[in-house]
Nanobody, 120 residues
Framework: QVQLVESGGGLVQPGGSLRLSCAAS????????MGWYRQAPGKQRELVAR???????NYADSVKDRFTISRDNAKNTVDLQMNSLKPEDTAVYYCNAAGRDSRSRVFNHWGQGTQVTVSS
């Protein structure tokens, strides 16, 4: 079993910053990619940022130059630093991890989600 636990959401004013963290635990052999997705009310879940074990990253155009994703491969954690937040960034943010467990089975797991609200 692989579990993802997220933290760091909350309410922030426009222009403010938040940092989201996600820790993966359980029967993990390797994680080749971790990422953050978000889903706003009435919209589909979308990729925010993703990082591979080789530190290759990709970002949604809407967050480039404002958000930074980073990971610690040894600790199986991924962080998302969000700066210059806008009201349109309001959503539930989900952590995702893809890899292989201790039995070499492929997994693709989601965290429970953390609410980010940007409002004055």
């Amino acid at each position: 079993q692989v579990q993802l636990v997220e933290s760091g959401g909350g309410l922030v004013q426009p222009g403010g910053s938040l940092r989201l963290s996600c820790a993966a635990s359980g029967s993990i052999f390797s994680i080749y990619a971790m990422g953050w997705y978000r889903q706003a009310p009435g919209k589909q879940r979308e990729l925010v940022a993703r990082i591979t074990s080789a530190d290759s990253t990709n970002y949604a155009d809407s967050v480039k130059d404002r958000f930074t994703i980073s990971r610690d491969n040894a600790k199986n954690t991924v962080d998302l630093q969000m700066n210059s937040l806008k009201p349109e960034d309001t959503a539930v943010y989900y952590c995702n991890a893809a890899g292989r467990d201790s039995r070499s089975r492929v997994f693709n797991h989601w965290g429970q989600g953390t609410q980010v609200t940007v409002s004055s």
